[in-house]
T-cell receptor, first 115, second 112 residues
Framework: GAGVSQTPSNKVTEKGKYVELRCDPI?????LYWYRQSLGQGPEFLIY????????DSGLPNDRFFAVRPEGSVSTLKIQRTERGDSAVYLC?????????????FGPGTRLTVL | DAKTTQPPSMDCAEGRAANLPCNHS???????VYWYRQIHSQGPQYIIH???NNETNEMASLIITEDRKSSTLILPHATLRDTAVYYC?????????????FGSGTQLTVLP
């Protein structure tokens, strides 16, 4: 079946601009996670959704970052007033249920470059 | 979540077993050991997880020491496509969803 997809695969923007990154989880997966990966480092957790609600947004670095999942499926990560330090690969993952040992399946990521 | 320690890099000859160690000396009783890998320019891929018993699936085997303070991921016959960064992660099995806390991982290079 189809895996997690993310669009765009690459995004180049200028400092100060607004960007939206999209994640399509595996159909039927109720939990959705966003991570950010800087060069040479492991992914870092940003936010997790259970259904439509953000159950844990403790990883969002500041209030310029926001994410939504209005219908409990597709999610959009929104970054306002982008800064050069926001450049990274943004990864999305989904899992069938929330919690326990449920496996997270990752998408290929969106590479964001802020000039 | 407990912290893990992995060597930054390892080499393995193609066709040989790759044994990737991980120390997690502060692991608590309800925490599982998970292994993911990330091939260059791709998202992380789940490999295997375990609590205290050894586990095996089509990709790998996971050996957890009796005191659960360390584990080894074994790729029985490494191929060039197994070249990747391998992450050992410790996470709770509690009811709430658990984000994964990645470290720096081990860069495994399989040599021809």
């Amino acid at each position: 079946g189809a895996g997690v997809s993310q669009t765009p695969s690459n995004k180049v923007t200028e400092k100060g601009k607004y960007v939206e990154l999209r994640c399509d989880p595996i159909s039927g997966h109720t939990a959705l996670y966003w991570y950010r990966q800087s060069l040479g480092q492991g992914p870092e957790f940003l936010i997790y959704f259970q259904g439509t609600g953000a159950a844990d947004d403790s990883g969002l670095p500041n209030d310029r970052f926001f994410a939504v999942r209005p219908e409990g499926s597709v999610s959009t990560l929104k970054i306002q007033r982008t800064e050069r330090g926001d450049s990274a690969v943004y990864l999305c993952a989904s899992s069938l249920i929330a919690g326990g040992t449920d496996t997270q399946y990752f998408g290929p990521g969106t590479r964001l470059t802020v000039l | 979540d407990a912290k893990t320690t992995q060597p930054p890099s390892m080499d393995c000859a193609e066709g040989r077993a790759a044994n990737l160690p991980c120390n997690h000396s502060t692991i608590s009783g309800n925490e599982y050991v998970y292994w993911y890998r990330q091939i260059h320019s791709q998202g992380p891929q789940y490999i295997i997880h375990g609590l205290k018993n050894n586990e095996t699936n089509e990709m790998a085997s996971l050996i957890i020491t009796e005191d659960r303070k360390s584990s080894t991921l074994i790729l029985p016959h490494a191929t060039l496509r197994d070249t990747a960064v391998y992450y050992c992660i410790v996470g709770s099995s509690s009811g709430s969803a658990r984000q994964l806390t990645f470290g720096s991982g081990t860069q495994l290079t399989v040599l021809p």
